[in-house]
């Protein structure tokens, strides 16, 4: 059966940007007409999460005991809380977003849970200066002009982000840089801040590079690695044997976790 056409089913010009959200099928997703999508659901299937680079976020898992509180910053339609509190609905989260009109597209058309979730009207730098909560998961997913903002590399925020975490917690960073040196450089002020125990993740047919830093160091797979995978795997739903795969690739021995 052929896809149906997709369907504009919001659109709106800001001063920056023209927000559109589109359907075709059971397949709803936001952009900002530059090419790239900023957040997809599949109606109906909350438990899965159809962009890869959402389920690339999620890959520090492989070595930490599952969340009990998550910190979205730049939720775009809240895809990744809508998919958490579908799969652990126990899970604690708090979701901030800078844009109003973001914030109530995530309630009207991508199903933004409440259960358990907040959705907050903020910006992100603000937040966790003042914030006082600890999270096991922080996920940075924000970029302004398909970059990554040079203030979201800065030190100072970082060690505001490290500080939010848990002892066994961890922050995971959508990456999105011109060239090289500019990851080199991104790469290097992240491996400061979470004193080498870091991780990079690059997506095949992707700009994105996930980096993840931990508050500490995180436990080793133990041997059985076949099967700690896939009871991952079973719990998540998303492909953590092939993540594994290319971070063992990405990373070098003795450069951060590995």
């Known amino acids: 059966m052929n896809p149906s056409v997709p369907i504009l089913i919001f659109s709106q010009q800001t001063a920056d940007k023209n927000i559109r959200v589109w359907q075709q099928d059971e397949r709803r997703w936001l952009d900002f007409a530059d090419g790239l999508i900023q957040s997809e659901i599949t109606l109906g299937k909350p438990d899965i999460l159809p962009l890869v680079l959402n389920r690339a976020m999620l890959a520090g898992m492989l070595f930490v005991g ?9 939720t ?16 604690i989260g708090d979701a901030v977003e800078i844009s109003e009109t973001i914030v109530e597209l995530a309630k009207d058309y991508f199903e933004f849970p409440f259960n358990n979730w907040q959705l907050i009207t903020a910006d992100i730098v603000d937040y966790v200066q003042d914030c006082q909560q600890k999270y096991d998961l922080i996920v940075i997913d924000i970029a302004v002009d398909q970059k990554t903002p040079t203030w979201l590399i800065k030190q100072f925020f970082l060690q505001h982000c490290r500080s939010l ?8 960073f959508n990456l999105l840089v011109d060239n090289a040196d500019s990851f080199m450089h991104s790469l290097a002020v992240l491996r400061k801040v979470f004193e080498r125990r870091t991780l990079c993740l690059s997506l ?3 700009r994105n590079i996930v980096v ?16 700690k995978l896939a009871e991952l795997e079973m719990a998540w739903g998303i492909e953590f044997t092939q993540f594994y795969q290319q971070m063992l690739k990405d990373n070098p021995k003795n450069s951060g976790v590995f």
């Open 165 to 172: 975490l848990t002892t066994q917690g961890h922050i995971a």
């Open 76 to 91: 775009g339609g809240g895809a990744m809380a809508r998919y958490v509190a579908d799969r652990f609905p126990d899970v």
């Open 66 to 74: 599952p969340p009990k509180r998550i910190l979205l910053a730049g």
């Open 212 to 227: 993840m830093g931990f508050k500490n160091k995180p436990s080793f797979l133990d041997d059985d690695i076949g099967s």
């Open 204 to 206: 095949p047919n992707y």
